[in-house]
Structures are given as C-alpha cells and as structure tokens.
Nanobody, 113 residues
Framework: QVQLVESGGGLVQPGGSLRLSCTASGSIFNFYMAWYRQAPGKSREPIAHITSGGDTRYINSVKGRFAVSRDNAKNTVFLQMNSLNPEDTAVYYC????????WGQGTQVTVAS
C-alpha cells in the first residue's frame, strides 16, 4: 500500500513562508490529492486539493496565500504557504481527497513571533 511522508514544516514568523512536501512510496498520478491540517483541539480539515489534471481548489481562509502543486514523476505533492499567520499553526497532512491512504505522521507548522 502507498505510504505518505510529509516534510517541510517548522517554526516561522507571521508573514513568513514555508513549502511543504508530501512524497508517496508509489504512484499517485491518478489520485486527486489533498492537504489537510489539524490545529490544536480541532478536527482535521481539508484545506486544498489538486486534481489529477492539475486543477486546484482551496478553502477561503487560505485562498490567495497557499498554492498546491504536484510532480507526478516524483510522486510528490507540494503546498507553498505564504503570508502565514498564527491561525495557520497546525499539523499538516496529505492524503487523497477521499482519504483512502494510510495517514502519514504529518509535519508541524508553527507560526509565532
């Protein structure tokens, strides 16, 4: 079964940027892939997804600041995050839009001064 590994998180000041990566152990080119996040005390929520053809969708709170992309040759999905604010602090995960793959460990993003 395909395994997912997220990376690229860290501590960043408000207004800063991070680029997250999600690398799969197998081919994901047919999947709609999504990024999710789980803030402290909250449920995990989808925030962005990219179709197999490259179309993207975002929740309102990240629209215009985040950009999802994919490199099918490398079985990798990216999340470019700009203009980060403390409300973006969360553990970030990737999965298919239908959440069909085992969850990875996620990558912690902390936005604080």
């Amino acid at each position: 079964q395909v395994q997912l590994v997220e990376s690229g998180g860290g501590l960043v000041q408000p207004g800063g940027s991070l680029r997250l990566s999600c690398t799969a152990s197998g081919s994901i080119f047919n999947f709609y892939m999504a990024w999710y996040r789980q803030a402290p005390g909250k449920s995990r929520e989808p925030i962005a997804h990219i179709t197999s053809g490259g179309d993207t969708r975002y929740i309102n709170s990240v629209k215009g600041r985040f950009a999802v992309s994919r490199d099918n040759a490398k079985n990798t999905v990216f999340l470019q995050m700009n203009s980060l604010n403390p409300e973006d602090t969360a553990v970030y995960y990737c999965n298919t839009l239908s959440q069909t793959l085992p969850w990875g460990q996620g990558t912690q993003v902390t936005v604080a001064s």
